[in-house]
């Protein structure tokens, strides 16, 4: 039964499990090397999801900035499909990660999300649920309260975007009215500069 506890010796993990090698040639290999259910993107970060079993569909977990969220949120979905049977990345996954409301996906994104929540390094950027463009599949990404992320890097094909904004705002302002920056304010009102803000003239 999903969530049911069971000692780390029961647990099947994927460590202990090598995976096959992936059938194409022509193309980067993009799953983690050990992880199950984990692959990495160009941008760095890492997505997971879970095929149902017996079904071809698959639910989409989200994308995250370390691989070792996605493997938990991978093992939060793998307990609940499968149960003892779940092929985990973790063996503390089996007790120590949150249990699905039902079987549902949303229920599943949403005890995810908040499993890759509780390993979530200091520092790091949210939980993205949407998919971009060339990965829409029939799996609902939905915001899950405060762990949705809007992937800008991503969104907007400008890789660094937000590196480069933060590193914009350190720069010195332009400089404006022949002010140079050497003088201070009080120099400029002494010194009787026109700086106006505003032009009325049609």
Known sequence: ?????FSDEEVI????NPKKRAGRKKFRETRHPVYR????RNSGKWVCEVREPNKKSRIWLGTFPTADMAA???DVAALALRGRSACLNFADSAWRLPTPASSDAKDIQKAAAEAAEAFRPEGSLGVELTR???????????????AFYMDDDADFGMPGLLANIAEGMLLPPPNCCGYS???????????????????FSA
């Open 132 to 146: 971009t463009g060339d990965e829409v599949e029939k799996v609902a990404g939905t915001a899950v309260g405060d």
């Open 72 to 74: 938990r949120a991978h």
């Open 37 to 40: 259910g984990v692959r990495r």
């Open 1 to 5: 039964q999903p969530g049911a506890i």
């Open 13 to 16: 993990l994927a460590s202990r």
């Open 181 to 199: 920056g050497g003088d201070s304010l009080d120099n400029m009102e002494n010194n009787d500069t026109d700086m106006s803000l505003w032009s």
